[in-house]
T-cell receptor, first 113, second 108 residues
Framework: DTAVSQTPKYLVTQMGNDKSIKCEQNLGHDTMYWYKQDSKKFLKIMFS???????INETVPNRFSPKSPDKAHLNLHINSLELGDSAVYFC????????????FGQGTRLTVV | KQEVTQIPAALSVPEGENLVLNCSFT??????LQWFRQDPGKGLTSLLL?????REQTSGRLNASLDKSSGRSTLYIAASQPGDSATYLCAVTNQFYFGTGTSLTVIP
């Protein structure tokens, strides 16, 4: 049983396309996150949702739009993809927001060509 | 804004050695600190979580300490094994700000 699952695992697409990455957690957690890991392996938070409501929105281009249809899902839509968007994107979740253990998905490696 | 730093950036040790990884953070107003490991091309695996009111946590050969007032945490790995080779990351909450990571190689 995968606790936090992301699809797809790999995504190769051309510049200018629109793509989505899906994330689902079966842990009953209230809070979900999206992180971007760049080529230097640094993880930076992008968004956080608590019970389907946006609570963190770091400095991210508005081409990135998270959508949470329910508290078990947090999808990431990216419009007009650029070369610099190439990275590994991680979804994570924890219970009750800050202060509790976070669990991460396996990541989605996005390559924009 | 919270900044998290990990030193050293890379570490190579022979099998069997005990080692210490360091994590420092600038804002002591944290809820907790979590240590992760990341294997190449993989996701993050949680190792230990220390609540802000705690001083340390232990799991097997791993021991993590937290000194919130000085903004520091250490991860102690006893009797290192080749399977411990990975990148180790610390993260502090409120918002899970991550450190830059320590890449550990344990040589058989």
């Amino acid at each position: 049983d995968t606790a936090v699952s992301q699809t797809p695992k790999y995504l190769v697409t051309q510049m200018g396309n629109d793509k989505s990455i899906k994330c689902e957690q079966n842990l009953g957690h209230d809070t979900m996150y999206w992180y971007k890991q760049d080529s230097k392996k640094f993880l930076k938070i992008m968004f956080s949702y608590n019970n389907k409501e946006l609570i963190i929105n770091e400095t991210v281009p508005n081409r990135f739009s998270p959508k949470s249809p329910d508290k078990a899902h947090l999808n990431l839509h990216i419009n007009s993809l650029e070369l610099g968007d190439s990275a590994v994107y991680f979804c994570a979740s924890n219970k009750g927001g800050a202060g509790t253990e976070a669990f991460f998905g396996q990541g989605t490696r996005l390559t924009v060509v | 804004k919270q900044e998290v730093t990990q030193i050293p950036a890379a570490l190579s040790v022979p099998e069997g050695e005990n080692l210490v990884l360091n994590c420092s953070f600038t804002d002591s107003a944290i809820y907790n600190l979590q240590w992760f490991r990341q294997d190449p091309g993989k996701g993050l695996t949680s190792l230990l979580l220390i609540q802000s009111s705690q001083r340390e946590q232990t799991s097997g050969r791993l021991n993590a300490s937290l000194d919130k007032s000085s903004g520091r945490s250490t991860l102690y790995i006893a009797a290192s094994q080749p399977g411990d080779s990975a990148t180790y990351l610390c993260a502090v909450t409120n918002q899970f700000y991550f450190g830059t990571g320590t890449s550990l190689t344990v040589i058989p």
